[in-house]
Nanobody
Framework: EPQLVEHGGGTVKAGVSLTLSCTTRGFSFGDEKVAWYRRLPGKKCELVVDIQGETVERTDGRFRIYAGDARSIYYLQIENLKPEDTAVYYC????????????????????????WGQGTLVTVSS
């Protein structure tokens, strides 16, 4: 069964950079989309940044997603952290066997053809 495990969260000061990791197991990556989401306190789950297929790196503002060796691990680098970045950060990967569904703690619901990690909390102090 495929699994995602995030690491790297913690409490940091505003202004620093932080890199989170998402270790994958049980995937054979082809055209699947890999994404980082986050859920801010009291807010809905939101997409941070994603990549797909042969793209192994993408930057969107202060957020950069990139693949590690053999695409078995994916990173989220956040530059110049702000207190409003305080959130639980989740890794998500497409997984499309017929009938597959799994629970997303970010959306608090079952999601079809997606695998989610358990999340890692980032707290940014001012």
């Amino acid at each position: 069964e495929p699994q995602l495990v995030e690491h790297g969260g913690g409490t940091v000061k505003a202004g620093v950079s932080l890199t989170l990791s998402c270790t994958t197991r049980g995937f054979s990556f082809g055209d699947e989309k890999v994404a980082w989401y986050r859920r801010l306190p009291g807010k809905k789950c939101e997409l941070v940044v994603d990549i797909q297929g042969e793209t192994v790196e993408r930057t969107d503002g202060r957020f950069r997603i990139y693949a590690g060796d053999a695409r078995s691990i994916y990173y989220l680098q956040i530059e110049n952290l702000k207190p409003e970045d305080t959130a639980v950060y989740y890794c998500r990967v497409d997984y499309t066997p017929t009938g597959w569904r799994s629970f997303s703690a970010c959306f608090e619901e079952d999601r079809v053809w997606e695998v989610w990690g358990q999340g890692t909390l980032v707290t940014v102090s001012s």
